[in-house]
């Protein structure tokens, strides 16, 4: 009986020591204000210790009667009685024992934690003792989370909460600038809670620094209001976890409710997407034909002799005299030309491209790694648009009513049969590149950028909050450079799918010449008199008589073929590698443009023989 007061004693210094020793210490940052709460709550038990003290000294005056004697006052005390006075206190000090050896090195949210963990007790003594400690050791937890919930004030001087903030730049604020900290996340609240309350106070400070926004503040009243708590001090605390989860739904909920209204409404998000789409995926037609049109003659010239100054005011043009000009000038005014880092032998082609400038708070969508990704899509949109636009220039100079068989019956048989052949060989390799390009481009267009977009709209209208948001872009994102061959597991393919590129553009060139050369014989050959008239040019194989003209006309016309023959030869190897690659693919569009391709079968029947031969 005796050793049993005596751990009484012994329990009573040691809880006294740790109370001693922490305040003592105070304000420092390992112990912090829910260590001095902790250390009031244990200081408000040892006072009730004392009060028992108090007590049972006054009975300790009181003589303790003999047997034989009547008790007069059954105030006294023994040890019998004394054991039964402190058998209560034993219980809570042994338990301040316990929670003062595992709270040494703990504080803040892991200190609540640790203490809510004894809380869970069949003995209703202990239970009650351990709300009434954890209510105040709990307080200062609960006035951070209401704080950060109703205000998006971050008052964690000693860092007990398990928010954390960083100072970082206003389009990172989101992302970056405040993080759960699980090692202070008390195990009362959980995590799906904690990221709630981690994005509701994200979400006001966001409104107030990136948007310039205070209309939060009666969005945080009405929560408040609705879930039946106040906005004041003190109107949460431990044992209220269904009541602090009401409160967060309901904060959240209006809050990421305004925030997305702000974004769409005041900051036009969804005209922003709407006009990268016309401009940087090339969605609007006329605006990408015509800038084409003026930009390409100086695209052809060597990057070092471009001045962007000059590019935009091409740019400028186009939107001029496109229905680009309707559009709001805001947006128009963010488009800018962007000249990309080149070498002494690049091309206009190589190094052109668009950008979209982000402002805040849209930068936190629209970040330099997503706008790089856009600058990808914009120049693999800008090299499939300039093989189209080389088609359709082929195309312009193929016109029957440019160049008649019946405009050379002067020339000899031979000749004739060989510059029909050329003709026919050319019309036929620029129908099968043609039909690449024009089933390649709309499994682009309408496939990849038109379902995606569709997707991300119905996504973007079902966000519930700036996370939802910014899911549903990086989807939309991804899914256009996955589909459209930009990913790393399509460089493969991808690289296949440029060689294709090449040689359309040097059909092209090669294209141009032969009908150069063709257009020049007709003339002379129409104008016999005329021709001889005029000074011989030493260049130039056409003022060289008759014969000289159906000699040269002849080898020029072999030389041509030759040319076709190789890059037909280069485009169906090439092409066969390429059908090849495309069933290998991920994507289920990415098979079905194979289908689109051969859909005659054609090229697998081709690709069969090849292997037979």
């Known amino acids: 009986m005796v050793r049993m007061l005596s751990e009484l004693g012994w329990l009573f210094r040691k809880v006294k020591t740790f109370i001693s020793e922490s305040m003592d210490r105070f304000p420092a940052e390992d112990v912090g204000t829910v260590g001095q709460a902790f250390c009031a709550a244990l200081q408000d038990e040892l006072s009730d210790y004392y009060k028992l003290l108090a007590v049972l000294e006054a009975q300790a005056m009181n003589p303790i009667p003999l047997v034989s004697e009547s008790a007069s006052s059954s105030h006294y005390l023994s040890l019998r009685r004394l054991s039964v006075w402190f058998a209560e206190p034993m219980v809570k000090m042994r338990l301040m ?75 990172l604020l989101w992302r970056e600038g405040y993080k759960l900290h699980p090692g202070m996340l008390p195990s009362f609240i959980s995590p799906s809670l904690a990221q709630r309350i981690l994005r509701t106070g994200k979400s006001i400070n966001f409104l107030r620094v990136c948007c310039d926004d205070h209309g939060w503040a009666d969005a945080a009243t009405e929560a408040a209001d609705a879930s039946g708590t106040t906005t004041r001090r003190g109107g949460l605390g431990y044992g209220e976890t269904d009541a602090l989860e009401h409160l967060v739904t309901e904060a959240a909920k209006r809050i990421d409710k305004h925030l997305l209204d702000v974004l769409y409404k005041r900051y036009k998000f969804k005209e922003h997407c709407l006009a990268i789409k016309r401009y940087l995926l090339l969605g609007q037609g006329d605006f990408v034909q015509y800038l084409m049109d003026i930009v390409g003659p100086k695209l052809s010239e060597p990057a070092n002799n471009i001045s962007s100054f000059e590019l935009a005011g091409f740019l400028e043009a186009a939107i001029r005299a496109s229905n680009a000009q309707y559009d709001d000038r805001d947006m128009l005014d963010r488009l800018r030309v962007k000249m990309m880092p080149h070498g002494s032998g690049d091309r206009g082609w190589d190094v052109f491209s668009l950008e979209y400038e982000a402002r805040a708070p849209l930068d936190t969508v629209f970040t330099e790694s997503v706008l790089s990704k856009y600058l990808r899509v914009f120049n693999f949109l800008w090299k499939l648009k300039r093989v189209e636009h080389a088609l359709i220039g082929i195309w312009k100079t193929m016109k029957p009513n440019c160049i008649t068989s019946n405009s050379f019956v002067k020339l000899q048989a031979s000749v004739k049969m060989q510059l029909l052949s050329a003709l026919r060989r050319c019309q036929v390799l620029w129908n099968e590149m043609n039909h690449f390009v024009t089933n390649f481009q709309y499994y682009i267009m309408f496939e990849v950028l038109e379902v995606s977009w569709c997707n991300f709209s119905k996504e973007m209208e079902a966000a519930k909050d700036l996370d939802d948001l910014l899911a549903a872009h990086e989807k939309y994102l991804n899914s256009i450079v996955g589909k459209s061959l930009l990913g790393e597991q399509s460089q493969t393919i991808r690289k296949s799918l440029f060689v294709l590129f090449e040689l359309i553009l040097r059909f092209r060139s090669h294209a141009d010449r032969l009908y150069e050369g063709i257009y020049e014989l007709q003339i002379r050959t129409k104008e016999p008199g005329r021709e001889r008239k005029k000074t011989q040019e030493s260049s130039s194989w056409i003022s060289e008589g008759r014969k000289a003209i159906t000699q040269r006309a002849g080898e020029f016309l072999q030389s041509m073929s030759q040319d076709m023959d190789s890059i037909a030869k280069e485009y169906t190897t090439s092409l066969d590698a390429f059908l090849s690659l495309l069933p290998l693919q991920q994507s289920v569009d990415l098979k079905f443009l194979f289908f689109r391709l051969d859909f005659t079968e054609f090229y697998s029947r081709l690709h069969s023989k090849g292997k037979e031969s």
């Open 97 to 171: 024992a316990v929670l003062v050896d595992k709270c040494k090195v703990l504080r803040g949210g892991a200190m609540a934690g640790a203490i809510h963990l004894h809380a869970q007790h069949g003995d209703p003594l202990v239970h009650e003792f351990m709300m009434n400690l954890l209510r105040c050791v709990c307080s200062p937890l609960f006035e951070m989370v209401r704080s950060w919930v109703l205000e998006g004030e971050l008052e964690d001087t000693f860092g007990e909460f398990f928010v954390v903030g960083q100072p970082v730049k206003v389009d």
